[in-house]
């Protein structure tokens, strides 16, 4: 698997930080975040300067702002437009999109996220299908962590990734508690991702969400990398099952 973090989750406000935890030997994958609407215009600024940093990652997408205050959404689109171009996926969720016919300007770069149980759109999969119909060249970010916090029989979950497998570009990874709060993987949370894990195609990128130092990096990723053993046995022993 392709297995990062996201520079907001290791380093918040701090993309050249961030970009410095995330540039582990076993990481081949990040996600610039810029998850607040403050942090866009200084990253967009900033990201000419940071390609030697990104040539070490296989897999490079990004965050778009959860929240719109300061600009039109005309204007929030035309800034996330030079994104795009870069052929990168925007994480984008669905419930900041009010003109669709805007963001289907981004074709493919738009790249929908499954919501937590704050939010009133996005948390299930036929939600998710009706934003779909209006942006039908999107992709998917699948979060495990949403999907489980909003359906613990981890059922809805295995419905995103039925639903939506071709359109599945990468995945969000973190235990996501009853404040809707990123933590750490867990036993708890890598037995239930574990049992869905065979939906996941081992190209799909994942991004850590979880806040994690320098020195905890690489135990997460072997956390995240357990996640996907009981596929792994399952392909070893035939009959398997989960």
């Known amino acids: 698997m392709r297995i990062g973090f996201s520079t907001g989750s290791v380093a918040l406000n701090d993309i050249r930080r961030g970009l410095a935890i995330a540039s582990h030997l076993s990481a081949k994958a990040v996600e610039l975040s810029a998850l607040r609407e403050d942090e866009l215009e200084p990253l967009l600024g900033l990201l000419d300067s940071l ?18 205050h300061r600009f039109t959404e005309a204007d929030f689109v035309d800034k996330l437009r030079p994104i795009a171009t870069r052929g990168w996926a925007i994480i984008v969720h669905p419930d900041i999109i009010e003109n669709f016919d805007l963001w289907r300007s981004l074709g493919a770069a738009v790249c929908i996220e499954n919501m937590d149980k704050r939010k009133e759109i996005g948390r299930t999969a036929a939600q998710l299908e009706a934003i779909f119909e ?30 939506f497998r071709d359109r599945l570009r990468q995945v969000h990874m973190s235990f996501v508690n009853s404040q809707s709060q990123h933590e750490r993987l867990n036993l708890e949370s890598i037995s239930a991702f574990s049992s869905v894990s065979r939906l996941i195609k081992e190209t799909t990128p994942v991004i850590l969400e979880t806040p994690v130092t320098a020195n905890e990096v690489e135990e997460e990723i072997a956390n995240a990398n357990e996640v996907f053993a009981r596929r792994l046995l399952a392909e070893l022993i035939p009959g398997e099952t989960h």
């Open 51 to 68: 390609e030697t940093e990104l040539r070490h990652f296989d897999y490079v997408s990004f965050h778009a702002p959860s929240k719109r």
């Open 134 to 163: 209006k942006l039908p060249e999107a992709t998917f970010c699948f979060d495990i962590g949403h999907a489980r916090q909003v359906d613990p029989t981890m059922m809805e979950a295995s419905l995103f990734l039925k639903m």
